[in-house]
């Protein structure tokens, strides 16, 4: 069965210091990989996304995710938190449209 | 452009009653998607659509329908509310795989209460 895992239900850091946002899957082929952030009684919205090449992708509002193949993990980063951030994060391989699934969530928590 | 847009935001209904939720996308894509959104579970997709016409049910589709009538529009409806069913609903919508790398545009979610 395909799934993924974002081992952590809230993350907790102080404004300026960075942020990871773990993620981890077991799905099938070569997935693309998606960040989507979710701020309080709004939709999800597209942070960035991995497709191939370089493991380090940049997206909206300062994040990276950095891929690693081995590790099947897609980590999501910041180097300098903001409390603007404090939402919920959902990690998101694909294999195409509906063959999108979800973690869990993670809600990120910035502390001023 | 409004981009996704869903009706309507908050309903409460009784056991037993039906509804509709009404999801209109204005960027033509092809695919259209409904999701619900419960607590500690992520998004769970409920049945989606790959074109005008088509229907396709999703991870849990049970007690609902859905019709895509127009390429712009994609209804969820709920024949017979059960408290189980009481959640947010979000749609989502989405280019043909292969054209776009299926990155997802999501309407504003509706609240479902069902006493």
């Known amino acids: 069965a395909q799934s993924v895992a974002q081992p952590e239900d809230q993350v907790n850091v102080a404004e300026g210091n960075p942020l990871t946002v773990k993620c981890t899957y077991s799905?099938?082929?070569?997935?693309?990989l998606f960040w989507y952030v979710q701020y309080p009684n709004r939709g999800l919205q597209f942070l960035l996304k991995y497709i191939t090449g370089d493991n380090l992708v940049k997206g909206s509002y300062g994040f990276e995710a950095e891929f690693n193949k081995s590790q099947t993990s897609f980590h999501l980063k910041k180097p300098s938190a903001l409390v603007s951030d404090s939402a919920l994060y959902f990690c998101a391989p694909s294999t195409g449209g509906f063959k999108t699934i979800f973690g869990a969530g993670t809600r990120l928590f910035v502390k001023a | 452009n409004a981009g996704v847009t869903q009706t309507p935001k908050f309903r409460v209904l009784k056991t037993g009653q039906s509804m509709t939720l009404l999801c209109a996308q204005d960027m033509n894509h092809e695919y259209m998607y409904w999701y619900r959104q419960d607590p500690g579970m992520g998004l769970r997709l409920i049945h989606y659509s790959v074109g005008e016409g088509t229907t396709a049910k999703g991870e849990v589709p049970d007690g609902y329908n859905v019709s895509r009538l127009k390429k712009q529009n994609f209804l969820l409806g709920l024949e017979s509310a059960a408290p189980s069913q009481t959640s947010v609903y979000f749609c989502?919508?989405?280019?043909?795989?292969?054209?776009?790398?299926?990155?997802?545009?999501f309407g504003e979610g509706s609240r479902l209460t069902v006493l």
């Open positions: 799905v099938s082929g070569n997935p693309y």
């Open positions: 989502a919508s989405s280019y043909l795989p292969g054209l776009n790398t299926g990155e997802l545009f």
